[in-house]
């Protein structure tokens, strides 16, 4: 198999808080592949955004990471890096798209400007040239009268365009690698949809790979090649998005599914099913397997926290699940 | 109106004044709903779906008067032999040539109106009849006084009406949380002790406590836990059961509405485009916008080609409403009659409505509205 | 917006508790308000009891040895050298005891029963000045426990109108918004632009001059209320804009709450500790705004007696300069002025909303 772009090792993340130390993300560790686009699934307050934070350095005190961490990017490990040297890793190599598009846009520059400097920071190009590229951008990311988009503050523009144009920003320095942290769930369904398939396109096609962090199972059907399921700052599920809706292994993973209503199923034929509790807060973890107090399927071994462990035979290779259901 | 309709809504209209700065620029106005009619039957949900700008959310808030409308009447809870006979005066009114008749006829239309139509209220009655159609809200941490104990949230709409003596009010209290599951213990409690979930239930309870007739839920699962938001569903859902009360659900999840829903409306720039029971809406979609918010929908199980999507378009602007459909730009099916004239909603097969001229009629006109 | 969860003020108490300065910014406010109920009582004298050669006596000495005895306090007889100039000496011949609870003249304590005793005083009723006498001979000391009725009482009257008047208002005004809302947000520009000194000034003005004393009281304090309630009105106008769209409070509109009452119940909690805090912050300016227009004599005058009362006969800077101990008063306002300061910021620190809904 070829050489992954991306691997995590043992991530870890806390946060010191004045009563006590919290664990946001505790020993996450996956891959990413060329051309692959991974999804990151789960509920709010799981770490999956700061997973993707930590990702590039950019968690702030009171959060730190743990120095056993472990980011490798082309050869280097991002957490060592100079703050010279991640910026230029930052949005040329590796780019980051955010729910809210509006956040990243500074309100007193025109969306073509600020795309433009972007393209001069990271290739050096003439102001003419860079905004050259930037209404080309614009094009690509499909927004109707690109071109003349770019001479539009972010308050002119709707969510749906706004977001393309900050796709168009994180492009613009085509970037083997691409964060993204739940952008559309500000948006409608129709304009998740086109940008979705606007970031399938760009994956397919350039050599480009997307981290995409959600808590919408949905989108993975069609979308993501593989799956990491997140709870309580673990990933407790990894595989294909077809074996992920096909044969969940993880209870967890198993409960959500059948909780969610799905389109096309109706309240007279089936009672959704209702995961007993509630998501653990991160200073408030329990003891063993994160998910034990509220799985149907706990048993006695799962006082002590499970490792990440192969999901059964049968050429499962890629698919591995913390639960000792498995061991 | 059909025997057991318990809200009729018609001709619903609410403009906004587009305000550049403090100050209404020029009188250019928001369309955001633009003549919508639809009835709920008692003891049924209506789910109300569109992308945001469709109106929605102010059609909610025009049913309670949380909102004035512009224009549009609302009979709820009314015998339908009063309505039918201001309806059949009004009509009466219409054909009516002579000046002196006709002003004898206005009064006594103006009277029978102000007797049925929700909007025509006056204050006491409005307080009183407000308390069979409650609303809930999709943020359950800004939908709580933060101030207040729970006991005196969900007692609020009791005490207001005078439905509940002050020593019985913790009693009552107790009573109503108990059926969405929050223990007595946390009577004296605040909001912020307790989780989303928790809350969203205090805020069904508070909703439910006068035993209405009517709920709006506007939202309530989008700002919870995935896993939480069965538990609410299922709540809802029982609650109808035990206390035979209609939703109107709205909801941007189509998953969701689809499935708590027993007939489902689709709005599009302030109108209702299509009007199905859930089931038929979703095998067969007859409007082309039905069919493509349908097809865009994530489906778990289902593989959907999406890259055809990449090119797409959004909804025109509510201030400047093109003329005819407002969906003739997107849509596949046009007519040239689209862009002269407005499709009205029409019932083009049994128990299916319909605002499109691409779609044929495959029901003869009858005497059934 | 960030609004303090109910319920929870424990951890703003104690945050405060921590504070020296708070602390002690309270119990000297506390101190000087429980005061005023028992004014009689405090003081030895009543506010106007003049003593007759007894002009511009200097404080008394406080002694304890007497012809090289420890006898306990007393104080010895001062006598008048120099009339012209006020000039005394001490008598170490006549001397007087002090005691506590001494019988004294009449008062009523509480303002209900008649009582003659005094918390402290001669054994033998001769006259003691603690602070000494201004120039009718009457007791400083008490003249500024009585004075502290008329600038303590001003001081929360005023604002608890500013603020009265600022709720209804301002509440009002957030609340129907359009072109009634824009006119009174314009007005209270209007008043908080003029300057406030000169706009009392104007205010006074425009008192009739042949009204009571009682009367004049209750003017000076509107006058007083009036920039206060500008401010007051746009603030709570602001948070009945900003609250006017909260979810709950279109709730309490469903449930068929009117909008004043959910101005009361719904909107004005959110805010009670800004209130309080506003009072705090704004009292001692009312204070200082009596203070300013009794010293130019505009505001209260003779035969009642207010601190700025008391601060006019300082004008003279001769008399400052013979008789410093008339400065005694001033003394009194700025520990006023400078408790409510401390404690208002103290208070506002402990109540910082680390606690946020």
Same mark, same amino acid.
């Given at each position: /198999? ?53 990702? /590039? ?108 144009? /900050? ?40 050599? /480009?790979?997307?981290?995409?962090? #959600? ?50 199923? &109706? ?31 706990? &048993? ?19 698919? #591995? ?7 | ?369 | ?96 005891? !002090? ?52 600038? !303590?009482?001003?001081?929360? !009257? ?8 600022? *709720? ?34 104007? !205010? ?18 509107? *006058? ?51 209130? *309080? ?81």
């Amino acid at each position: /198999m070829a050489e992954p772009i991306l691997k995590v090792r043992d991530l870890t993340t806390r946060f010191r808080l004045v009563e006590r130390t919290i664990t946001a993300v505790a020993g996450v560790s996956f891959d990413v592949q060329e051309n692959e686009i991974l999804a990151i699934v789960g509920e709010s307050g799981c770490g999956k955004s700061v997973t993707i934070l930590s990702l /590039m350095n950019l968690i702030q005190p009171p959060g730190f990471i743990d120095p056993a961490s472990r980011v490798l990017f082309e050869g280097r490990n991002l957490l060592e890096l100079e703050e010279r040297e991640l910026a230029a890793v930052r949005g040329g190599r590796i780019a980051m798209v955010f729910q809210e598009p509006s956040a990243s846009f500074n309100l007193l520059f025109t969306v073509g400007a600020q795309i433009a400097e972007a393209l001069r920071i990271h290739r050096g190009l003439s102001r003419e040239k860079a905004l050259e590229q930037a209404r080309d951008l614009l094009r690509q990311v499909r927004i109707p009268a690109g071109e003349r988009r770019a001479r539009d503050y972010p308050f002119q523009l709707s969510g749906g365009m706004l977001q393309r144009s /900050m796709i168009a920003l994180a492009l613009s320095c085509s970037p083997s690698l691409l964060l993204a942290d739940e952008p559309t769930t500000a948006l409608d369904a129709t304009v998740q949809a086109q940008i979705l398939a606007l970031l399938k396109e760009k994956s397919s096609a350039g050599g /480009m790979s997307v981290i995409f962090v #959600t808590h919408d199972f949905a989108l993975i059907d069609g979308f993501a090649n593989r799956v990491i399921i997140m709870y309580a700052g673990r990933i407790l599920e990894c595989c294909s998005s077809r074996e992920i809706l096909e044969q969940p292994a993880h209870p967890y993973t198993q409960d959500l599914l059948k909780a969610i209503p799905r389109l096309g199923v &109706f309240k007279d034929e089936q009672r959704l099913y209702s995961i007993a509790g509630r998501v653990p807060e991160p200073g408030n973890l329990p003891s063993g397997c994160t998910y034990a107090p509220r799985c149907r399927l706990r &048993f006695g071994k799962c006082e002590v926290e499970p490792e990440l462990l192969r999901a059964g035979g049968n050429g499962k290779k890629n698919h #591995t699940v913390r639960c000792w259901l498995f061991a | 109106m059909p025997e057991e309709t318990l809200l009729y809504a018609k001709n619903l209209v609410k403009g906004y004044p587009v305000k550049a700065g403090g100050f209404a620029a020029g009188g250019e106005k928001i369309h955001a709903v633009n003549g919508v009619s639809f009835g709920i039957p008692a003891n049924r949900t209506l789910g109300l779906v569109g992308e945001s700008g469709c109106g929605k959310t102010t059609t909610a808030r025009l049913l309670l008067r949380v909102v004035e409308p512009d224009g549009g009447r609302l009979y709820f809870d009314q015998a339908p032999e009063k309505t039918e006979a201001l309806e059949r005066l009004e009509a009466a009114l219409f054909r009516e040539a002579d000046p002196r008749r006709r002003t004898a006829l206005e009064k006594e239309a103006e009277a029978l109106r102000e007797g049925v139509d929700f909007f025509s209220y006056r204050a006491d009655r409005l307080k009183r009849e407000r308390l069979k159609m409650q609303y809930i809200f999709q943020d359950p941490t800004l939908s709580l006084d933060p101030k207040m104990q729970i006991r005196e949230i969900v007692t609020e709409p009791l005490v207001e009406n005078g439905l509940v003596p002050h020593g019985e009010r913790d009693r009552e209290a107790g009573k109503i949380l108990e059926v969405v599951g929050i223990p007595a213990s946390g009577l004296r409690k605040y909001p912020h002790e307790f989780s989303g979930g928790q809350r969203q239930r205090i805020s069904i309870a508070r909703a439910i406590a006068g035993h209405p007739k009517l709920v709006i839920c506007d939202e309530p699962v989008s700002s919870l836990d995935v896993s939480i938001q069965s538990q609410i569903l299922n709540l809802l859902l029982d609650i109808q059961k035990e206390y035979r009360v209609s939703y109107l659900f709205i909801a941007h999840n189509l998953a969701v509405v689809f499935y708590i829903s027993d007939e489902i409306a689709v709005m599009y720039t302030g109108k209702i485009v299509e009007r199905a029971p859930a089931r038929q809406l979703y095998l067969r979609p007859l409007h082309p916008y039905t069919q493509l918010l349908i097809s865009v929908i994530p489906e778990l199980g289902k593989k959907k080609d999406i890259t055809r999507l990449s090119r797409e378009g959004e909804p025109p602007s509510l201030i400047h409403l093109p003329p005819g459909c407002t969906f003739y730009d997107r849509c596949p099916r046009r007519l040239e009659i689209c862009q002269a004239e407005t499709p009205g909603l029409e019932q083009k097969r049994p128990g299916h409505l319909c605002a499109c001229f691409a779609v044929a009629r495959q029901v003869y006109p009858s005497s059934s509205s | 917006m960030k609004l303090l969860a109910g319920g929870s003020l424990e951890i703003p108490f104690l945050k405060f508790r921590k504070q020296p300065l708070g602390v002690a910014s309270f119990i000297i406010l506390v101190l000087l308000y429980a005061g005023l109920l028992c004014e009689g009582f405090i003081a030895p004298y009543g506010a106007n009891t003049q003593f007759k050669a007894k002009s511009y006596h200097p404080p008394h000495h406080v002694r304890f040895v007497h012809q090289g005895r420890f006898v306990g306090p007393f104080v010895y007889e001062y006598e008048l050298i120099d009339p012209f100039f006020k000039k005394y000496r001490v008598d170490r011949e006549a001397a007087h005891r !002090l005691g506590l609870f001494v019988k004294g003249e009449k008062y009523r304590l509480f303002f209900l029963l008649p009582c003659r005793v005094h918390l402290f005083g001669t054994r033998d009723g001769a006259p003691f000045f603690l602070m000494g006498a201004d120039r009718l001979g009457r007791d400083l000391f008490s003249r500024i426990v009585f004075g502290a009725n008329i600038s !303590l009482t001003i001081g929360f !009257l005023s604002v608890f109108l500013s603020l009265v008047g600022g *709720i209804l208002i301002g509440g009002f005004s957030g609340y129907i918004g359009g072109f009634g809302d824009w006119f009174i947000i314009r007005l209270t520009e209007v008043i908080i632009l003029l300057p406030t000194f000169y706009f009392f000034l104007f !205010l006074r003005s425009i008192i009739p001059p042949t009204v009571s004393p009682a009367q004049k009281f209750f003017y000076i304090t509107a *006058i007083l209320a009036v920039p206060g309630w500008a401010g007051a009105a746009r603030g709570i106008r602001n948070w009945v804009l900003s609250l006017k769209t909260a979810d709950f409070v279109t709730a309490a509109q469903i449930s068929g709450m009117s909008r004043l009452r959910i101005i009361w119940k719904h909107i004005i909690p959110q805010i009670r500790s800004i209130l *309080i805090l506003s009072i705090t912050l704004s009292v001692p300016g009312v204070i200082l705004g009596e203070t300013g227009l009794s010293f130019l004599n505009l505001g209260i005058t003779e035969p009642s007696v207010s601190w700025g009362l008391l601060m006019n006969a300082a004008m003279d800077v001769n008399i400052l300069l013979q008789y410093p101990w008339i400065l005694f008063p001033a003394l009194f306002i700025i520990l006023t002025v400078f408790s409510f300061f401390a404690f208002g910021y103290t208070l506002k620190d402990a109540l910082d909303p680390r606690a946020m809904v």
